[in-house]
């Protein structure tokens, strides 16, 4: 044991999902490794602030775990029959792995074919977003819902029900590939046309799983960068967990145009997290950030990775909102940003995806072209989408929208509002002094 570094959060939700995927592998039963998880969880944050963190965290999690799994299953085998205890504890045929032991490196393909199971075709498409969002991302029930834009009790109930299907349907613990000979090593070369044929023809079972996987993913990625709530406006080591999954997505994938595309937009998306904040935690807003602080190298490669998927594979929404990301990052200042190219993909992609969040965006940037009355007039057709009502998002676009008017007072009010609708300290401060700074 040490007691240099005491057990944090941040380590046990980074480590949870990989135990759990595991468990999962060795011994089946999703529900009930959940739970052994998280009694594991609920020792190490009792234990090691007392005793000192082990030198091996995610073999210790996973040993505890497994004694409370196995404890579990046995008392519930025996209240059937004594001689099928030794069979319900032997891992089943498809869960074929090494034991979970401590010299076991960690394993991200356990997270990831997690990731994957969770996304089952016999579960409904929010189900599978929402449970794997619990399980993989480490998200409380509230952030997930708000996430969502639904009651917590909403998706309490929806996760519960996923777990119930997960226990019941026989789903197997693996990962989809993209087609190519299992036998050829990664890095072998292969004909990239056949693999682009192959992500254009993939079973719908595989596309479906492969698309909340994705969303899955954005969303994990999201709540990293701009927290739903608490007094941080970043959880950095959600949005790096997000881009490493995303990159081992990609490497079973490669020639899908959508898994560049979002990892595109990630990189693209995360190179400005060292600027969108002052020291004192307060939020900076893009226009006002210092660019030289920018991660070149994540920019430089999150483009390539866009541009590749944009010429060589079929359009799709990440694609378009990594495009977006581009242009900004481009951008020597916020002066020089080329907002009509980012209002031709703004276009582009409200039509493939009409929701909320992106016809915002597509209302700021038709402001920063043709002006904001015409903005505010695209804001008020918005107002009738329930999926925004309560946010504070919208009305904190419309405040900034109305404060380019020169409607003053109404920008004011607005501003104030947004900032009594979020639960982000970070953001509230941010529109307060937005509010305060305007006078008549």
């Known amino acids: 044991m040490t007691t240099e570094t005491p057990a944090s959060e941040d380590l046990l939700r980074r480590l949870a999902p990989q135990v759990l995927g595991a468990l999962v592998r060795r011994y089946g039963h999703f529900d009930t490794a959940e739970d052994a998880v998280q009694e594991a969880l609920l020792a190490a944050a009792r234990q090691w602030p007392e005793e000192g963190s082990p030198d091996n965290p995610r073999g210790w999690l996973i040993r505890v775990a497994s004694r409370r799994l196995t404890d579990q299953l046995r008392s519930e085998e025996a209240r059937r029959r004594r001689e099928e205890t030794a069979a319900a504890l032997t891992p089943?045929?498809?869960?074929?792995?090494?034991?979970?032991?401590?010299?076991?490196?960690?394993?991200?393909?356990?997270?990831?074919?997690?990731?994957?199971?969770?996304?089952?075709?016999?579960?409904?498409?929010?189900?599978?977003?929402?449970?794997?969002?619990?399980?993989?991302?480490?998200?409380?029930?509230?952030?997930?819902?708000?996430?969502?834009?639904?009651?917590?009790?909403?998706?309490?109930?929806?996760?519960?029900?996923?777990?119930?299907?997960?226990?019941?349907?026989?789903?197997?613990?693996?990962?989809?590939?993209?087609?190519?000979?299992?036998?050829?090593?990664?890095?072998?070369?292969?004909?990239?046309?056949?693999?682009?044929?192959?992500?254009?023809?993939?079973?719908?079972e595989h596309a479906g799983r492969l698309a909340d996987v994705l969303q899955v993913l954005y969303l994990i990625f999201n709540e990293g960068y701009t927290a739903t709530s608490g007094r941080d406006l970043q959880r950095a080591d959600l949005a790096v967990e997000a881009i490493r999954l995303t990159r081992a997505v990609h490497a079973r994938l490669p020639a899908d145009g959508e898994v560049a595309g979002l990892l595109a937009l990630m990189l693209l998306t995360d190179a400005r997290r060292a600027s969108?904040?002052?020291?004192?935690?307060?939020?900076?807003?893009?226009?006002?950030?210092?660019?030289?602080?920018?991660?070149?190298?994540?920019?430089?490669?999150?483009?390539?990775?866009?541009?590749?998927?944009?010429?060589?594979?079929?359009?799709?929404?990440?694609?378009?909102?990594?495009?977006?990301?581009?242009?900004?990052?481009?951008?020597?200042?916020?002066?020089?940003?080329?907002?009509?190219?980012?209002?031709?993909?703004?276009?582009?992609?409200?039509?493939?995806?009409?929701?909320?969040?992106?016809?915002?965006?597509?209302?700021?940037?038709?402001?920063?072209?043709?002006?904001?009355?015409?903005?505010?007039?695209?804001?008020?057709?918005?107002?009738?989408?329930?999926?925004?009502?309560?946010?504070?998002?919208?009305?904190?676009?419309?405040?900034?929208?109305?404060?380019?008017?020169g409607d003053r007072a109404a920008a004011r009010a607005a501003y104030a509002k947004a900032a009594g609708l979020t639960l982000s300290v970070p953001e509230r401060r941010y529109l307060q002094f937005r509010a305060a700074r305007i006078t008549d």
């Open 92 to 204: 089943r045929d498809e869960f074929v792995a090494p034991p979970p032991g401590e010299s076991r490196a960690p394993a991200e393909d356990d997270t990831l074919a997690l990731l994957f199971l969770c996304c089952h075709a016999e579960l409904a498409p929010a189900a599978r977003i929402a449970l794997t969002l619990r399980a993989v991302g480490g998200l409380t029930t509230a952030e997930i819902a708000r996430a969502f834009l639904v009651p917590e009790a909403t998706m309490a109930q929806r996760i519960s029900r996923a777990k119930r299907r997960i226990k019941t349907s026989g789903a197997p613990f693996g990962i989809p590939h993209d087609g190519r000979d299992q036998d050829q090593p990664p890095d072998q070369p292969h004909d990239q046309d056949q693999d682009r044929d192959q992500a254009r023809h993939q079973a719908p």
């Open 276 to 405: 969108r904040t002052a020291p004192d935690g307060s939020l900076i807003p893009l226009a006002e950030q210092d660019r030289t602080r920018w991660d070149r190298a994540a920019i430089t490669e999150g483009v390539a990775l866009v541009s590749e998927a944009l010429t060589h594979t079929r359009l799709g929404p990440y694609q378009l909102r990594a495009a977006i990301a581009a242009v900004h990052d481009e951008a020597a200042s916020d002066e020089e940003t080329d907002w009509a190219e980012i209002l031709a993909l703004y276009e582009v992609l409200i039509r493939l995806v009409p929701g909320p969040v992106e016809r915002l965006g597509h209302a700021v940037a038709v402001a920063m072209v043709h002006g904001p009355r015409q903005a505010l007039t695209l804001l008020a057709a918005l107002e009738e989408d329930d999926r925004l009502a309560g946010h504070h998002r919208l009305e904190a676009v419309r405040a900034h929208l109305l404060e380019m008017a």
